[in-house]
Every structure is written in C-alpha cells, then in structure tokens.
C-alpha cells in the first residue's frame, strides 16, 4: 500500500499571499489530521476531517481552513500569510476517528514565507 | 484541552545503555498514547502506542508503561544504538484530538 503523499514538498511564498496544500491518505483510510511542526512550538494540531466533515479543530486563526473530498483528499488552505506561518505541514490518516487508531504521516510540505 | 508534557527536552546515552523519555497528561478521558519516532529531515513514524486498558506493552527494545492514576506514560528503549538517534514525540488521544508533547532529542554516542 502507498502511504501518505503531500504535495507540493517544499513552497516559497511572500507575505499576504494564500497557499493551498494536499494531502491524499492511504488507500481506505477516512481520516485525514493537520499539524505545524515548526522548532519552536512543536507538533500542533490544526484540524482533522472525516467523511469530508471536520470533526475536530485546534486553535488556529481562521486563515487556516480546510476541505476534505469524498475521496479523502484533503486540501489546508491559508490565507493572508504571515512570516510565523513558515513551518513544516504535516498531514496524517488514519482509518477511522476516535479510541485511538494509528496515524501515519506524510512526508510534509515545508512552506517558507518571505 | 489535553495537555502533554515531555521530560527530558534532550537526552544522550552511551550505545547500549537505556534511555527513558517521560510523559505526563491532563485530561484522565485520554485513553491512546502513541509514539514517534522522527529522524532529521523525515517524517515521524509511529513506533510503539498504548491504550489505556493496557499497563505496559514490549516490541523488542522498545517498551511503553502507563500509569493512568498518576496521568504518565513512559518510553524505554534498552540496548540503544546509533541509529535511534533522533526526536521522539509523545501523544495523548481523547476520541478525535490528538496533542504531542514538545519532544526529546535523544542521542546515543557510539
């Protein structure tokens, strides 16, 4: 089995600008988590969706938004970008929500705002 | 929220001794606790996990305890080598939220 993919890898964007990242899950998995990892704050939970329903978010301003497809592709889209924004996105999936089933990561795409 | 709290922020061992990365929680409706493995440049990868009707659990060198009264969990690692160098990450799970403590780099010198 494939496991998790995002895309695009590595992104350079300026101040004010909007970017769109994707994350497509392994095969038959429903679930799909974000998190920022950047040195200073660690692995912070952004959002997870399921059935392309949010079921959960953390607290991140409202710039940060996502969208989950009938597919389970996932898209993190952040708007109005800000120089704290520059982190390591990861995503993960997972075959179903909640007790505890195993999440796996994707590679990431790391974003550089200038 | 659940909040997590990673002990030591670093560690180094020897080659073959143990290392023991603590973990701490606040929310006692937590009931899986995973960990992650993350080498330089890669993504974090799920080692070894717990649930919380479960005290201890072994994979090899690799060895997760719970204590649910006192809201910690451990990670053992025995026999360590090189190649475990890296940050592992601590998880508590209530239902659909998942928060990770800061992490542990640890470094095992040859």
């Known amino acids: 089995k494939a496991g998790v993919t995002q895309t695009p890898r590595y992104l350079i964007k300026t101040r004010g600008q909007q970017v769109t990242l994707s994350c497509s899950p392994i095969s038959g998995h429903r679930s799909v988590s974000w998190y920022q990892q950047t040195p200073g704050q660690g692995l912070q939970f952004l959002f997870e969706y399921f059935s392309e329903t949010q079921r959960n978010k953390g607290n991140f301003p409202g710039r940060f938004s996502g969208r989950q497809f009938s597919n389970s592709r996932s898209e993190m889209n952040v708007s109005t970008l800000e120089l704290g924004d520059s982190a390591l996105y990861l995503c993960?999936?997972?075959?179903?929500?909640?007790?505890?089933?195993?999440?796996?990561f994707g590679p990431g795409t790391r974003l550089t705002v200038t | 929220g659940e909040n997590v709290e990673q002990h030591p922020s670093t560690l180094s061992v020897q080659e073959g001794d143990s290392a023991v990365i603590k973990c701490t929680y606040s929310d006692s409706a937590s009931n899986y606790f995973p960990w992650y493995k993350q080498e330089l440049g890669k993504r974090p990868q799920l080692i070894i996990d717990?649930?919380?009707?479960?005290g201890e659990k072994k994979d090899q060198r690799i060895a997760v305890t719970l204590n649910k009264t006192a809201k910690h969990f451990s990670l053992h690692i025995t026999e360590t080598q090189p190649e475990d160098s890296a940050v592992y990450f601590c998880?508590?799970?209530?239902?659909?939220?998942?928060?990770f403590g800061a992490g542990t780099r640890l470094t095992v010198k040859p």
């Open positions: 993960a999936s997972s075959l179903e929500v909640g007790r505890g089933y195993e999440q796996y």
């Open positions: 717990i649930r919380s009707n479960v």
């Open positions: 998880a508590a799970s209530i239902f659909d939220d998942m928060r």
